[in-house]
């Protein structure tokens, strides 16, 4: 019994078929000669046709080879052996974590001369049961993308559907899956943010050389999330590239909205370039981005506020308003205010302070939105990718990246104090080593370090004014919190702090994973380990400042529909 369940394992062990490392790929095939017999001990050379990188394998006593931990991009393959011609096969297209299968037949003849053919796109994946589809760089760059998000361009995959964005999503969500469980692999390092779950990252298109969705049966790298968006940066090659950009909008040939008096003015900027190349020919390559963008989007905004002669304590023409200090409580009844008219030394120390906040109205009229303002939202944003790839020798290969992006946004409300304010940081540095041991062994380890802040809070005051000015005795507010109290009243725009704010998650992330390859005869044997080490923390501070709510109840005559004033 114990003996056989050795064999079972062992041989579920040896069935396996190497996956893809998180980003990478991997090529392998069979060399036969014309008449479908194998051809052990074949000579078989993998080049990189950017960097002129050569990976070399023998096949083995069934004539197979195989190439994994295989970087995106385009690749030519030679086989040769003593007496037969040798093959040459060009334009071999590795995509990010595909296996490629690439079957290579010799002639007999002499090994001088040389058949060439150009690879032609697989039609079906052999190698992998795996579900996905992958986002090339033709159809990044070229595809017309509003705010140049590449998530975009996963909406294009079947099974991923658009959702409305939030805090806790990333806008869309894969094969059902919550949108806040999705991996996004980032060279071969997940990035998604805990608190959110969304990517850290959201690289400028020009940097992007490819990213798949992975949908089903991935590998066991991929299993912490039902689902994963794996996207890798594009390397620097021989040749020296260089990319510049600049979109442009703006309100020239906008059309006025009905309610505006005008055109709402729009600056939107978005600027930066790519430059790839080498740094010693062959050996070592280079890449960096820097993505920029600024805008200046202006809108028209229609509120609701005290009129005049509310503000003065006149309520008449509105509903009648009654005395709470009059309530008899045997008759359950209050006596009205003479003329529908509070005198103003009845006026409530918080009333009276929220006048000195309240806009005095500029539009006609004494309904809803009486007051016509315009703001000036602000959001700027700055990110920056490099990227180095080196060969200390063909059997050592290093790669790394750094990555920093920030985010700034204002969102006025054109009420005083009033509004939002939030930014955002982040970095990332990833170091990834592949070791050849031998022709059948290769060990890739890489480490990651990833940290994410996001800050939100609203317009600040220079002292507490929830003591100083509204005399709420019992809230003692941080400096970098000072604010109005959130003052709702029923039928008017709220004024004042935002509830749950300031606040904001930081979070620092680090990752040390290793895989190792073995390729024994007819098996291809991985293992390793995924390790991180989460650090988060957060900011919250509920309601510091308070919020004071208001309604008709106390104005009102009890058990009568249609008396009383919230404002009142």
């Known amino acids: ?34 008449s479908q017999a194998v051809v052990p001990n074949a000579t078989v050379t993998l080049l990189n046709e950017g960097t002129k990188q050569e990976r070399v394998t023998k096949t ?19 086989a040769e052996t003593q007496g037969f011609r040798s093959y040459e096969v060009s334009g071999l297209e590795v995509q990010v974590s595909q296996a490629v299968t690439h079957k290579i037949t010799l002639e007999v003849g002499d090994t001088s001369t040389k058949l060439s053919v150009v690879a032609t796109a697989p039609v079906l994946e052999q190698r992998s049961a ?25 909406k294009l995959v079947p099974g991923v559907t658009e959702l409305g964005t939030s805090s806790q999503s990333n806008g869309i969500a894969i094969n059902g899956q919550r949108a806040n469980q999705i991996g996004f692999y980032f060279d071969g390092v997940d990035t998604r943010t805990e608190t959110s779950g969304k990517p850290a990252f959201t690289p400028s298109i020009e940097a992007i ?16 999330n039902p689902a994963g968006i794996n996207l890798t940066l594009r390397s620097g090659t021989n040749d020296f590239h260089g990319t510049a950009f600049e979109f442009l ?12 008096p005008r055109v709402d003015p729009l600056r939107r900027h978005q600027f930066g370039g790519v430059l790839s190349g080498p740094v010693l020919r062959n050996k070592t390559f280079f ?3 820097y993505e920029g963008l600024r805008t200046r989007r202006a809108a028209t905004l229609y509120q609701t506020l005290p009129t005049n002669e509310q503000r003065s304590g006149n309520f008449a023409g509105g509903p009648q308003i009654f005395d709470p200090a009059t309530y008899d409580a045997a008759t359950n009844r209050r006596q009205p205010f003479p003329g529908n008219v509070i005198p103003q030394n009845r006026f409530g120390l918080i009333g009276r302070s929220m006048l000195n906040y309240y806009p005095t109205p500029n539009a006609p009229g004494s309904g809803a939105f009486n007051n016509v303002t315009s703001t000036a939202n602000r959001n ?31 969102n006025p409300s054109g009420l005083p104090l009033t509004g939002s304010i939030s930014d955002t940081l982040a970095h990332s540095v990833t170091v990834q080593e592949s070791w050849t041991v031998s022709a059948n062994k290769i060990n890739q380890i890489r ?31 941080s400096s970098n919190a000072y604010g109005l109290p959130q003052v709702s009243v029923a039928g008017l725009s709220t004024i004042g702090s935002n509830s749950f704010q300031p606040s904001g998650p930081r979070e620092n992330m680090y990752t040390l994973a290793d895989d190792f390859s073995w390729i024994t005869g007819r098996h291809s044997v991985k293992a390793g380990f995924d390790g991180r080490y989460y650090r988060p923390a957060g900011l919250v501070q509920q309601t510091p400042n308070g919020i004071l709510t208001f309604e008709n109840r106390f104005t009102n005559q009890p058990g009568v529909a249609g008396t009383g004033s919230p404002v009142a």
Request: charged residues 20%.
């Open 1 to 34: 019994m114990k003996a056989s369940l050795v064999r079972s394992l062992l041989f579920l062990l040896c069935a396996i078929t190497l996956p893809a490392q998180t980003t990478t790929g991997s090529i392998a095939g069979q060399v036969t000669d014309a």
């Open 60 to 78: 083995d006593a069934s004539g197979n080879y195989l190439f994994p931990l295989i970087a995106p991009g385009m690749y030519s393959l030679r």
């Open 130 to 154: 795996e579900v996905g589809q992958v986002i090339g760089h033709r159809e990044v760059v070229e595809l017309p993308l509003n705010g140049r998000n590449f998530l975009e361009l996963a």
């Open 209 to 224: 050389q490819e990213f798949k969705i992975q949908q089903n049966d991935f590998a066991a790298e991929f299993g912490r």
């Open 249 to 260: 909008r703006n309100n020239a040939l906008d059309a006025r909205s009905f309610f505006s």
């Open 287 to 289: 890449m960096g981005n």
């Open 380 to 410: 700027d944003g700055d990110q920056f990718h490099g990227r180095i790839d080196h060969q200390f020798s063909p059997s050592h290969l290093l790669f790394g990246r750094y990555s920093v992006a920030k985010i700034e946004s204002e």
């Open 447 to 477: 480490a990651a370090w990833t940290y994410y802040k996001s800050f939100a809070t609203y317009p600040l005051a220079d002292r507490d004014l929830t003591r100083e000015q509204f005399g709420i005795q019992n809230l003692s507010p």
